[in-house]
């Protein structure tokens, strides 16, 4: 029950474990204003709030905010019956266990306040990087039946310290079902709904588009600092250097045009994205320009292996003299210079 009100944004979180969770519970609701809160969020349109008190300071206040719910005053503020409170509670909770505790249908939408945790409660599982600018831009609420609408991924392990989070390890797969602004996301993992911080993860589209990103400016990289220069060479055939460049030039724009409709992909609502599609249309394209970039290969490596075989030679020298060293004397007066010697070697061919 005390995750199910937390998970509905009528009741902050504790900031760390509780050993009694009906102590906690009975707490939490002495003043009222969560279990007003709850009538609110279950029944749409009903303004319990504005009829209470939000800070209740006396008895009477108190007193006035527990008369807006469904059972006698004495039960909850004296104590002497909490069990009825407590099975009112959970009939509400299983009475609303088939709508989604989540869902908007049924209940309006809370403030974020009611359910915004600092990155400061997290101790020490500290991180660094951004948070998707994709997943922040995005509107906070999910479908109308809270629906799983986005995948993210862990990016750092994450223990929770409260019954309402979820635990995961990095590389994990979270279906977000509620987005909240502050820092904390609700998803759902192995069949189980909770809550995690919103920096642990970023959205998998997104790490896709992160990927071929990098791999996009790795490739511009190669030519511009170093295949195009070969051109210009005259120690090379102009031969060889078709073999070397084989069609990473066509590759390249291939992968300049594929990042840039990705990027359009990513503004889309989740609803209408289709990444599916995308890289099906792409597919004939693709495969064209990797297979003949494969039938190219075995060139390449040729040409390379022939060219860098005066390197592969000062990567022998190393062990050549530890060899001769090993038959040398200890004192002989050559064997300092032939240590150094297999250090200066092996700094050259690194």
Sequence with gaps: TVTWLITLGVLESPKKSISDPE?????????????????ERLRPGFRFVEKIYQEPRSD???LGNIREFTFEVNDLFLGQNFSKVLNSLVALNKATADIGVGSDSACTRHSTSHRIKSFDSLGSQTTSGRTSTLLQNRSLDMTENSFPQAAVKARFNFQQTNEDELSFTKGDIIHVTRMEEGGWWEGVFNGKTGWFPSNYVREVLQNI??????YSKELQNLLSNYLRSLQSTEKLSNSDIAHILGNLEEINTFQQMLVQSLEECTKLP??????????LNLMP????????YCANHPCAVNVLTEHSKPFTRLEKYPTLLKELERHMEDFHLDRPDIQKCMTSFKNLSV
């Design 23 to 39: 102590g906690f519970l009975q707490t939490s609701l002495k003043d009222g204003v969560v279990l007003c809160k709850l009538l």
């Design 209 to 214: 588009l992160e990927t071929e990103t990098e």
């Design 285 to 292: 394209q693709m495969k064209g320009l990797y297979v003949a």
């Design 270 to 279: 989740e609803s209408q994205q289709r990444v599916g599609g995308f890289f």
């Design 60 to 62: 009477a206040e108190r």
